[in-house]
């Protein structure tokens, strides 16, 4: 329980009503910025870190190998992640898997979305999709 609190005007208020609608209009306040407005002109002086022929690498659908080559060097007995399950499961279920997990990559990259949520897929086998992304990435540098 907070037994007081400053307002704006710099005096202690000690009522438990008063201290619940100062939080309020606190986080009010605070969440419900003003939009800024921004001047966008500086972009155009920055160079283009990642070069036509990578970036196309990058956003390219990976394909069924690259996908198994990131399975297989993950370490079987790895805890498992946020779906449950370890690396022994993908290397075991592989000829199972690989063309849920397939689709859910692709679908993945072309929605521009490592988050389940957002490519409509409850299960979370996701990460192997980050984890692809990012070895690319690693190559590409």
């Not at 022929?53 to 498992?80: D, K, T, Y």
């Not at 946020?82 to 279920?93: L, N, R, S, V």
Request: negative net charge; charged residues 25%.
């Amino acid at each position: 329980m907070i037994h007081k609190v400053k307002n704006d005007e710099g005096e202690w208020v000690e009522n438990q009503n008063q201290i619940a609608e100062l939080a309020v209009d606190f986080f009010h306040r605070f969440y419900s910025a003003e939009p800024i407005e921004r001047d966008l002109s500086i972009i155009d002086c920055l160079h283009a870190g990642v070069t036509e022929a990578e970036n196309q690498m990058l956003v390219a659908e990976p394909s069924q190998e690259e996908i198994r080559a990131r399975v297989f060097s993950m370490n079987p007995n790895s805890a498992a992640g946020p779906d449950g399950f370890g690396g022994d499961f993908y290397q075991i279920c592989w000829g199972i898997i690989k063309q849920d997990l397939s689709n859910l990559t692709g679908r993945c990259v072309e929605n521009g979305a490592l988050d389940v949520r957002k490519v409509g897929i409850q299960d979370q086998t996701v990460g192997q999709g980050i984890y692809l992304v990012q070895d690319r990435k690693d190559k590409a540098i």
